[in-house]
């Protein structure tokens, strides 16, 4: 339900509109009046006013001068301004500007009547507008713990995101991290006090511990956290000032202290143990992933299967001289851009294992076999996922091919493999197609009088939608155009051939009106069927 205000210093006016229009009708819940500009500012700062009618003409405040305040003060309300004919011009400009309709002196009820009601429907498209913003806004805070939790895993994963695409990314996120600025690891294992409780428990206990370090760490860092694969809760954590070469020292020190406390407050405040590993400094987002590994390695090789430990990595963790092959098991995987059919994306991501193998400084023969025998299992996941033999598209002899020893020779057997494999695949797509196509025509040969879309969709089990999309693609015109053309050139046959009249072959062809049917045939033939008949004769 609305409110509307009338202003009008002469008291008739709106004193008669008040009771002559039904207001209850127009789904208003009460009708204020005002004998003044002045007056009319009093109601507005008393009551939730949705329209506004003035007259433009008054003294003390002119309905100009009212609007001009309203506009300032209440920006969501609709104005409606009255005007005599004198004013009209003057009146008009200022309405451009700032009213949302006028109405010319003496009003119409019946008018009055349909400007008021355009002006509702804009106030509930504004509210629905407003509405559905909210509502989004609303589930996007909803989901902001999960946006954010997935983000950091892409960085501990080891995903390439741009600077600027993580800046704008942090930025919708209200994340206050620094890009090239100093940042730190700290990783949480959870022992078996907490793996003895059901998944409802253990996301409160997470739940829990996260916000205990919040409220340790949020005084002097940044802090941004996530559940990582091992289900370890992973923070990393960066200075609220930035830091001198000098303070380096005393601010890890510090962020190990509060580390430690976190510790013992969550067996204090919980009551079940954790082992905490904390990193040295490394630059965000660069180090993320090399920190992070260099943690989950610590707790690995030197906490084990002991419990409630903690660990400084700072000085004592060194990276591992053997790494694995980062850019083998990022996102996206080749898995899954086989699942969409992405070569370009396919080969960029094999270019991008072979310059990973070239950074390094010994081709390690290991390295090159993990990279081929993954290589190979995404190609087998492929043809045995299109219910084919992988050997029988590329052949034996270079699935079983000679061992591969650089880089390079990795890179020419692995695109030999996908230009196999995508010429394939294109192949038996166009084959497909083919068939597809050959049917569809068969079909509207044989059902010309009833034929549509939809039977034609149905006949071949596939979405209308879809089928137009691919008999486009592949014939390069309409499939509607196709059967417009096949009826016009049937209905030329008939016409030559036949003594039927006009009126039977539009019906034999489906056309319910001959009318319509000669039209179609002189924008086909540049003649009416009858003048085509004639001259064929």
Known sequence: MQQILLVDDEPYVVDDLSISIPWSDLQFEQVHIAYSGMEALEILQQHPIDIVITDINMPEMSGLQLIETIRRRWKHVKIVLLTGYAEFEYAKLAIEQQASAYLLKPISNIQLVEVIEQLQMEINREWENWSSYHRTLQTFREHLPLLRDRLLNDLLQGRRISPYQLAEQMDK???????????????????????????????????????????????????????????????????????SANESHDVHKQLVQTAYQLQKNVGTVIGGGISVVTTGWGIFPDS???????????????????????????E??????????????????????????????????????????????????????EAKHYLESAFYYFAHKNNKLLGDIIGNALLEGKLLHTP???????????????????????????????????????????????????????????????????????????????????????????????????????????????????????????????RSN
């Open 288 to 314: 993320v992933h090399g920190l992070y590994q260099s943690a989950v390695s610590m707790i690995r090789q030197h906490i084990g299967n002991e419990t409630g430990l903690f660990l400084d990595g700072s």
């Open 408 to 534: 390079d020779m990795l890179q020419e057997w692995a695109f030999d493999v996908l230009h196999r494999l995508q010429e394939h695949f294109d192949t038996e797509r166009k084959d497909i197609r083919s068939v597809l196509i050959r049917s569809i025509h068969d079909y509207i040969d044989r059902n010309l009088n009833y034929v549509s879309l939809q039977a034609i969709a149905d006949h071949v089990m596939l979405h209308p939608v879809y089928l137009s999309k691919i008999y486009k693609l592949e014939t390069g015109i309409r499939i509607s155009d196709h059967i417009s053309g096949v009826k016009m050139e049937k209905a030329s046959y008939l016409l030559m051939h036949t003594p039927l009249k006009i009126y039977e072959i539009s019906s034999a062809l489906g056309y319910s009106n001959a009318h319509y049917f000669i039209k179609l045939f002189k924008e086909y033939s540049h003649m009416t069927p009858q003048e085509f008949r004639d």
């Open 316 to 369: 004592s963790a060194v990276f591992p001289e053997i790494q694995t092959l980062q850019s083998l098991y990022e996102p996206p995987t080749l898995f899954h851009l086989f699942d969409t059919n992405h070569w370009k994306g396919i080969e960029e991501k094999v270019l991008t294992i072979i310059t990973e193998l070239k950074k390094r400084n010994e081709h390690s023969p290991e390295h090159i076999q």
């Open 173 to 243: 996120f209200s994340l206050p991290f620094t890009l090239e600025a100093p940042g730190a690891i700290l990783v949480v294992r959870l022992e078996d006090f907490f793996q003895q409780h059901d998944l409802n428990s253990m996301i409160l206990f997470e739940y829990a511990i996260v916000n205990i370090a919040n409220e340790l760490f949020q005084e002097q860092f940044s802090i941004w956290s996530c559940k990582d694969v091992h289900e370890y809760l992973v923070f990393i954590l960066q200075p609220k000032v930035p830091l």
